[in-house]
């Protein structure tokens, strides 16, 4: 997903916020990944769960 998709997703309207709070610590711990890690600012750029991830979304 795009970052504007993630948010819709959530509700939430503030991109920093969203970045700061929500999607730079999920990159962190590992539960999502970048499409383009070599290039952040990819116009294509897409963020993907990661095992780690969606094996957090299946025990939930």
Do not use: C
């Not at 952040?40 to 769960?49: C, E, G, S, T």
């Amino acid at each position: 997903m795009n970052v504007k998709s993630m948010m819709e997703a959530v509700g939430l309207k503030n991109r920093p916020n969203f970045l700061d709070y929500s999607l730079t610590p999920a990159i962190n711990e590992g539960f999502v990944r970048m499409k383009y890690p070599e290039n952040p600012h990819h116009p294509r750029q897409r963020y993907l769960l990661t095992i780690k991830g969606m094996m957090l979304l299946n025990n939930k």
